[in-house]
């Protein structure tokens, strides 16, 4: 018993000890500062705190004010308090400004930030207005919209440089989504391998992007290119959909003034003449990884001259820049219409369907060799990096749309 009770009393005495020490703590810990605290004053209780004041006033009962920096949050609505004493504490800046981009932070008070403020809204307000100054509104509703953009040359550094302003009367996706959420990409035809991408604006069908990009180029050739804005839309799902093009020549157009110049969207690129038109049905179904494309009919075809020959289709299967198969359909014979109804489907499995591509090509057969057989037009479908104009469209609508059949029309284009 004797030791149970000498353990006891020992245990006793460690947790009376250590009471002791965390209430000592306690009442040691220094009370932290907080941010707050740095705007509290009190006034002083003397009558000589305010001079201005006459003797045989009574003085007021001592009470904290305090100044806080979101007491002036709002520019229309501040209010200065002003008051005289003989000495002033001396207050810490506080830094109330973020960081903005390609500027410094600065330390500032409440006022230099409500000047700051208010000087940042009027030039806001400016630009705004100069941008709705350049809008025509004499000019009839655009039926797929208009961009505006600015072209400037400079010769001494053989750069041209390009201003895109804003997009106007973009049309909505449907009645339940009026609103789009458009980018435009800019090149420097022929090359469409590189291009300058502006910013993608959320919930607008009048975009306003204020954006400048370069272009190096030599003086010789500067009236030999061409200008092209493509106006994308980018859904809830992150699907891009074609909503426009504009193309606008270098030689029609005032290299050495910064005028504002508008031109209309136009739907549809054409990159040669057009020798007929070819009807093509294209479906996707993800979960089976199955890609099918339809050869329906062709019409507008020039007449062979001569009388026995016919015409088949010959289809490209492209995965990135190498062919993976080749199909064709029946021959059939001359006509104002060639009515084919052919079918190809083909596995994707394991591959990612952005690196597909189709290439169809109306062939026309002379004899029982393919030697002497004649390529009359072609149209290329694919994503981005492969086709453009309405073989873009077309694969887009396919991916936005899977499990359906979209069918659309092409212009068959002289192959380069």
Known sequence: MSTFYLIATVTGCFFILLLCVIVMLIKNRKKPRRPLDLFVYKEYDSRKSSKSAPISRSVTPTKERHSYAHVYGSVDDSIIRAATFDSLPDFETEKVQPEADGEKSKSMTSLQYQSHILEMHQQMSFKSCDIESMVDESLPPSPHGRVYFKTFFDESQSKLTVTLLHVRGLKGRDKSENFRDPFVRIFLLPDEHTCH?????????????????????????????????????????????????????????????????????????????????????????????????????????????????????????????????????????????????????FSTSNKAIENFSFIVAL???????????????????????????????????????????VTKWHQLNVPV
Not at 240 to 260: F, N, Q
Not at 299 to 310: E, I, L, N, Q, Y
Not at 387 to 405: D, T
């Open 197 to 345: 991408t502006s910013k993608t604006m959320k919930t607008t069908l009048d975009p306003i992007y204020s954006e400048s990009y370069s272009f190096i180029i030599g003086v010789n050739e500067i009236k030999q290119r061409s200008l092209r804005f493509t106006v994308y839309d980018v859904d809830k799902r992150r699907l891009r959909h074609t909503l426009g093009h504009v193309i606008v020549s270098l030689r029609d157009i005032d290299l050495t003034s910064s005028e504002v110049i508008c031109r209309e969207m136009e739907t549809s690129l054409h990159h040669g003449p057009s020798v007929g038109e070819i009807n093509l049905a294209l479906s996707y179904l993800p979960q089976m990884e199955r890609l099918k494309i339809v050869i329906l009919r062709a019409k507008h075809v020039r007449p062979p001259s001569d009388p026995d020959a016919g015409f088949y289709v010959r289809l490209h299967l492209l995965y990135g820049n190498k062919i993976a198969k080749i199909k064709q359909t029946m021959t059939h014979a001359a006509g104002k219409e060639l009515n084919f109804k052919e079918s190809f489907a």
């Open 363 to 405: 062939v026309q057969s002379r004899d029982a060799t393919a030697e002497n057989d004649i390529e009359i037009g072609q149209v290329t479908l694919g994503s981005f990096t492969h086709a453009r104009g309405a073989g873009l469209i077309h694969w887009q609508e396919m991916l936005s749309n899977s499990k359906s059949v």
